[in-house]
């Protein structure tokens, strides 16, 4: 059976829950802008929960009217706003606007890239900051076997018990689209589950030009969350950018 993981909270947060090396960073940010702040995508509220545990006046925005429902009852808040990370307004500015993990990656073409770097830009204040984390691509992540199954990771799903979830994935070179599926497998060797996503691949040069076009200033590149410079040998494209 096929599923869409933007509108099923309990598995989208079994399979990001051990995603935690990230939450520091954004904290640090934080702490460094001392004002509100407007996290993209915002998902079922992995990175909104120590921002707002910490007091930081946060408002999360995402596309999953299903994921704003859970957030808001999850948090009791009423600033988990449904929208287009494409084309949104919201009447105000924020001094931090974070779009974490790749999900910028799930824009599939470079108008759609750029419009969302507008409307970003638009809420940004002057003296605000705009942080992009998105992977570099990896030579052979991109081309792996299109035919090969490859464990991406195990979970324990509350009440359906052990599911281990294997990939395979197809690169198209000229649109510069990565096509995944995931094939959720249960203890009986029974492919209960599959889902499918696209991401974009962009490169370093790629993403420098799409921010520096739109009108953003890179004020810093780190490789990773622990503030290295990016280089040729960095897993991650972290982007702290300023308007100009």
């Known amino acids: 059976?096929?599923?869409?993981?933007?509108?099923?909270?309990?598995?989208?947060?079994?399979?990001?829950?051990?995603?935690?090396?990230?939450?520091?960073?954004?904290?640090?940010?934080?702490?460094?802008?001392?004002?509100?702040?407007?996290e993209i995508a915002s998902g079922t509220g992995r990175i909104a929960e120590p921002l707002i545990n910490c007091g930081y006046n946060y408002t999360g925005l995402d596309l999953s009217s299903t994921f704003i429902g859970y957030t808001q009852k999850k948090y009791s808040r009423e600033n988990f706003i449904c929208g287009d990370m494409r084309n949104f307004s919201l009447g105000q500015q924020f001094d931090l606007i974070?779009?974490?993990?790749?999900?910028?990656?799930?824009?599939?073409?470079e108008k759609d890239m750029k419009s969302c770097?507008?409307?970003?830009?638009?809420?940004?204040s002057n003296d605000g900051l705009f942080i992009l984390d998105i992977f570099t691509p990896d030579p052979e992540f991109i081309y792996r076997d299109s035919i090969k199954k490859y464990k991406?990771?195990?979970?324990?799903?509350?009440?359906?018990?052990?599911?281990?979830?294997?990939?395979?994935?197809?690169?198209?070179?000229?649109?510069?689209?990565l096509y995944i599926n995931w094939f959720f497998e249960n203890v009986k060797k029974i492919i209960k589950y599959e889902y499918e996503f696209a991401m974009s691949i962009i490169y370093p040069d790629t993403m420098d030009r799409i921010l520096t076009e739109v009108g953003f200033i890179i004020n810093e590149k780190k490789g990773d969350y622990n503030g290295e410079l990016?280089?040729?040998?960095?897993?991650?494209?972290?982007?702290?950018?300023?308007?100009?």
């Open 98 to 109: 974070i779009l974490p993990f790749n999900s910028f990656l799930h824009l599939l073409n």
């Open 152 to 177: 991406e990771m195990i979970i324990h799903h509350p009440s359906e018990g052990k599911y281990t979830i294997w990939q395979t994935s197809e690169f198209d070179e000229q649109k510069e689209i």
């Open 1 to 38: 059976m096929k599923i869409q993981m933007y509108s099923n909270p309990i598995f989208y947060d079994l399979c990001t829950k051990n995603k935690k090396d990230d939450i520091p960073f954004y904290l640090y940010w934080a702490n460094n802008c001392k004002g509100n702040i407007l």
């Open 117 to 124: 770097l507008k409307s970003i830009k638009k809420h940004l």
């Open 230 to 244: 990016f280089d040729e040998n960095s897993l991650l494209q972290l982007y702290i950018c300023s308007k100009t």
